[in-house]
Structures are given as structure tokens and as C-alpha cells.
């Protein structure tokens, strides 16, 4: 079952801070965050497991609300460099099956 | 240099033509997957496999073949292809142990455009 992204898109200007939520109605084993550049492939940012996980790199960082099986991912002072389209991917308990979320496309104007 | 390749990168061809859309890992990845993205919609899994000759649906798996014979290799089969398979396309595969998925090395893509 595809885990729903909010919102579908956001413009900020560079330095701003930008929220994206990844929701499922099912209990959540993982969450997986990857960010799309234009033309290119996915590539990996983090993984959250279930237990109320939180993480970060750089000022890129992510948390798990296991009762509310929902992810947010939190990017603060946005760069140029952060513009794509970033997919949550959730793994559902017992289910062996990661699924991606729709995307959210973020665009950072100067 | 770890790497997932798709080949060909790009691919223009006729409806009922078929056609083989290979990808490799070099990481000795068990699980390798299939995934289709079109706008809008996200990336949409295919096919998956979690090792050699296991293989098992994923969402869109209509009109769409895979094997796994080989650990290192997951080719995408379009027996029959038609127009609404026109798409881009990934590959990817990620170790999977202790029961949970790690993280997933994508291939380049392969841009399929069926006429």
C-alpha cells in the first residue's frame, strides 16, 4: 500500500526551512528517505526504524512517530543543492514489501 | 566502484516488439526490484526478488516477465509492449538482513518509449 506524501510540492527561497510528511494507515516496520535530483537516479538519505527514531546528517534530519505511523523528514536552511523530488519508501510490518510514496517536489529559488 | 547498470539507457520501440531491459549489481545484493516511474505517480515497484530464482509481484506487475538466475542480474521482460508502458524505468537492489531492507542503489534508468 503506497505510504501518501504531503505536500505534493513546495517553493522556498534559499535558506528557508521545508517540512515533508510521509503517512501510511498501516503499522510501519521502516521508513527510507531518498532524494531524486532532475535526470537522475534516487539516491539514499536515511533509514528510520520503528521505536521513535530520529536522524540527521548535515541539516538534513528525519523522525518516525510510530504511533501515528507518519515520517517527517526536515530540511533547515535550504540550499540550492537541495532541489528534487524526495520519496519516502515504507517497509509495512511483516509485510517484506517496501513501497515508495508518490514524491514531493522541492524547488529552492536563490 | 559499487554500481547498478541499466542497459540500454534509452530505447524507443514499436507496440508488440519484445524486449529485454537488462540491469546488474556488482555489491552481491540479495534483493534486486523493478520499479516504474511516471509522473505524478512515483516509483511504482514492478517486479522484486529477494535471491536467486525467488521473484515475486510487486504493484504494476501486468504485462511485465523477470528472472533471476544469477544473483548479480534481474532482466525486465516486455513480452508484448504497448504504449502505456512507455515510462522511465529503475532498477535497484539493496542487502537484506536481520528481516529489513538497507539502503537501495539505484540504477542510471532506462527511458522505454513504446510507439
Known amino acids: 500500500q503506497q505510504p501518501v506524501q504531503s505536500p505534493q510540492a513546495v517553493i522556498l527561497r534559499e535558506g528557508e526551512d521545508a517540512v515533508i510528511n510521509c503517512s501510511s494507515s498501516?503499522?510501519?516496520?521502516?521508513v527510507h528517505w531518498y532524494r531524486q535530483k532532475h535526470g537522475e537516479a534516487p539516491v539514499f538519505l536515511m533509514i528510520l526504524l520503528k521505536g521513535g527514531e530520529q536522524k540527521g546528517h548535515d541539516k538534513i534530519s528525519a523522525s518516525f512517530n510510530e504511533k501515528k505511523q507518519q515520517s517527517s523528514l526536515y530540511l533547515t536552511a535550504s540550499q540550492l543543492s537541495y532541489s528534487g523530488t524526495y520519496f519516502c519508501g515504507t517497509e509495512i510490518e511483516g509485510a517484506q514489501k517496501l513501497v515508495f510514496g508518490q514524491g514531493t517536489r522541492l524547488t529552492i529559488n536563490p | 566502484e559499487a554500481q547498478v547498470t541499466q542497459n540500454p539507457r534509452y530505447l524507443i520501440t514499436v507496440t508488440g516488439k519484445k524486449l529485454t531491459v537488462t540491469c546488474s549489481q556488482n555489491?552481491?545484493?540479495?534483493?534486486m526490484s523493478w520499479y516504474r516511474q511516471d509522473p505524478g505517480l512515483g516509483l511504482r515497484q514492478i517486479y522484486y526478488s529477494m535471491n536467486v530464482e525467488v521473484t515475486d509481484k510487486g504493484d504494476v506487475p501486468e504485462g511485465y516477465k523477470v528472472s533471476r538466475k544469477e544473483k548479480r542480474n534481474f532482466p525486465l521482460i516486455l513480452e508484448s509492449p504497448s504504449p502505456n508502458q512507455t515510462s522511465l524505468y529503475f532498477c535497484?537492489?539493496?542487502?537484506?538482513?536481520?528481516?529489513?531492507?538497507?539502503?537501495?542503489?539505484f540504477g542510471p534508468g532506462t527511458r522505454l518509449t513504446v510507439l
Open positions: 535497484a537492489s539493496s542487502l537484506f538482513a536481520s528481516g529489513m531492507y538497507n539502503e537501495q542503489f
Open positions: 498501516k503499522a510501519l516496520y521502516s
Open positions: 555489491m552481491n545484493h540479495e534483493y
